[in-house]
């Protein structure tokens, strides 16, 4: 494998795809070179297996993800007695949590095809505009239009959806 040809065919994707699930530039940058250091190093162990690079790499972020996330739960936080109050008061019940998430499920279902698919892509799967466009032969702008509507429609039909329980 030629991996300066992969890092430079691929390093903007595994960045992004780092990014959408950590929110922090400096630990996406670190964990994307970490992504390719690891896969460098475990470039014999895939040779017989029909894997490919990208899913190899964002199996790898993936890990590199979670391991973070649990080296970061294990330490411990410091909190006044406010903070811990603001932030009992924001949590949400796990009842509350799926009624949330099959609100959004039934929302997105109401989405037209594009939308939805538009939606998998960018949100779910983590991928630029542009590779969105490019998987589905559609143009940065119809993408990002696409996107806008349905985020709004989503946010509009659970603002219906709560007034209405209310």
């Known amino acids: 494998m030629n991996w300066e040809t992969i890092w430079r065919d691929h390093w903007k994707e595994i960045y992004l795809y780092i990014y959408n699930r950590t929110h922090n530039k400096e630990e996406a940058e670190d964990l994307t070179q970490e992504t390719f250091m690891k896969a460098i190093k475990s470039e014999g162990r895939y040779k017989d297996q029909d894997v490919t690079v990208i899913a190899l790499l964002k199996t790898i972020a993936r890990n590199l993800i979670i391991d973070r996330w649990r080296n970061t739960q294990k330490r411990p936080v410091t909190t006044t007695i406010e903070q811990q109050n603001i932030v009992e008061s924001v949590e949400k019940s796990p009842e509350e949590l799926l009624t949330e998430k099959e ?56 603002k219906k959806e709560n007034r209405r329980a209310l």
Do not use: P
């Open 103 to 158: 609100e959004i499920r039934y929302a997105l279902s109401l989405l037209n095809e594009d939308q939805q698919q538009i939606i998998t892509h960018r949100i779910l799967q983590g991928y630029s505009i542009k590779k969105t466009a490019e998987i589905l032969g559609k143009t940065e702008s119809f993408i990002k239009v696409n996107q806008f509507r349905a985020i709004e429609f989503i946010r509009n039909h659970i």
